[in-house]
């Protein structure tokens, strides 16, 4: 199947390697995810994250989720690298602010379908004008996960929803089963999640529970 008949779901998950967590534990809690209903998923492996900050090792690893992903015909990006995503088989690749632009990554891998970080309105202005596949807003709360950034806030989401996108867009960022409803109803109709999948005692309930709160929404 091509990376563009992959459809993009609503529930979108950020999977992210542990330090103290094997291979093995870490490619269980991925697969959990899926089968709990995930049904969007990136690989997200940053320069201090072991092993996997250099691209041999960072390939492997992704070969191994995209399998998982594309198992469930659920699509699958790798954070940031291009060359990772090219080697690995991904469907696309996601962009940060500060990564390489679009327009760059669009002549290196005409294949790959760009997801784009924003965290500004001027973000979210720009990511239509260049049209990825998705944009992510956030984050809407303060999470460990993107230390020293100061949160966007609901009133960000609210801001690109009242812009009434083209392409899907995710509400990013803090974002579990105690907040989602908020983030719901300040006009989200997809959400990206970390820590409240991977690292729940139960990573398929979890992710169960999250995907119905979202479908409400959609539906």
């Known amino acids: 199947m091509t990376p563009s008949a992959r459809a993009l779901g609503y529930l979108y998950l950020v999977a992210t390697p542990r330090l103290r967590q094997t291979e093995t534990e870490f490619l269980l809690r991925v697969q959990d995810a899926l089968d709990g209903g995930v049904d969007t998923l990136q690989l997200r492996c940053k320069g201090d994250a072991g092993p996997y900050g250099e691209a041999r090792p960072y390939i492997a690893l992704a070969e191994r989720v995209r399998d998982l992903a ?62 990825p596949a998705y944009f992510a807003t956030g984050p809407v709360y303060a999470t460990p996960t993107k230390p020293g950034r100061a949160p966007a806030g609901l009133d960000y989401v609210r801001f690109v929803a009242a812009l009434r996108p083209a392409l899907p867009w995710y509400a990013i960022g803090g974002i579990d089963l105690t907040n989602v409803q908020e983030v719901l109803d300040a006009g989200a109709e ?25 479908r409400q929404r959609a539906d």
């Open 190 to 214: 997809r959400v990206a999640v970390v820590r409240a999948v991977l690292d729940a005692p139960d990573v398929a309930a979890a992710a169960n529970a999250l995907l119905q709160k979202v």
């Open 70 to 131: 594309h198992a469930r015909n659920v699509p699958f990006f790798v954070n940031d690298r291009v060359d990772v995503a090219l080697a690995a088989g991904a469907d696309g690749v996601h962009l940060g602010q500060n990564d390489l632009p679009v327009g760059w990554a669009r002549q290196i891998a005409p294949g790959l379908r760009l997801g784009r970080s924003t965290h500004r309105p001027e973000d979210a202005e720009r990511a239509l004008a260049e049209a």
